[in-house]
């Protein structure tokens, strides 16, 4: 089976620096995805990892440990449309991705 | 405009009453999936499908039934909705596999009385 563990609740003050872990264990590993989701709407994609080390795109850089099953997704110069709920997804197979139960920052002045 | 469109957007039912929650991808994705979402519990998959005519059971398939005729469509079905079936459903396509971006419809809220 697959297990996702990410922090239930963040705060982060606008213009600050946020990084959000997730920690997984799975039966095979196939990559790591984040995905951001305002309240009532749709997921969308924000990284995906395969290979350990940091990708950096933008405001939004995302690290992943295979070794450790650990991965971050980092937010700098926070603003305030950042407020969101951010999903750590697991590909354990070519069929099946597991999200956890996601990370809700609330970003203050 | 590539997108993945569900309708209804928003039901509100009876328990018993056979439902069916249409999703539609127009960028010829082999992959869809189903997924609800309740509070506390994160997204769940129901079911997906890897091509047409080929579905699988996700995490939490009871209660639930899935169709794939066509590439672009895949359908889920309430044949006897209950109120423990009352969630947000989304559905998403990728490419070929779960390690391509995943595209998400738009959400349907279902209220089942």
């Known amino acids: 089976g697959q297990n996702i563990d990410q922090p239930t609740e963040m705060t982060a003050t606008e213009g600050a620096i946020v990084q959000i872990n997730c920690t997984y264990q799975t039966s095979g590993f196939n990559g790591l995805f984040w995905y951001q989701q305002h309240a009532g709407e749709a997921p969308t994609f924000l990284s995906y990892n395969v290979l350990d080390g940091l990708e950096e795109k933008g405001r939004f850089s995302s690290f992943l440990s295979r070794s450790k099953g650990y991965s971050y997704l980092l937010l700098k110069e926070l603003q305030m449309k950042d407020s969101a709920s951010y999903l750590c997804a697991v590909t354990g197979t070519a069929s099946k991705l597991t999200f956890g139960t996601g990370t809700r920052l609330q970003v203050t002045l | 405009e590539a997108q993945v469109t569900q309708n209804p957007r928003y039901l509100i039912t009876v328990t018993g009453k056979k439902l069916t929650v249409t999703c539609s991808q127009n960028m010829n994705h082999e992959y869809m999936s189903w997924y609800r979402q309740d509070p506390g519990l994160g997204l769940r998959q129901i079911y997906y499908s890897m091509n047409v005519e080929v579905t699988d059971k996700g995490d939490v398939p009871e209660g639930y039934k899935v169709s794939r005729k066509e590439k672009r469509n895949f359908p889920l079905i309430l044949e006897s909705p209950s109120p423990n079936q009352t969630s947000l459903y989304f559905c998403?396509?990728?490419?070929?596999?779960?390690?391509?971006?995943?595209?998400f419809g738009p959400g349907t809220r279902l209220t089942v009385l």
């Open positions: 998403a396509s990728s490419l070929l596999l779960t390690t391509d971006t995943q595209y």
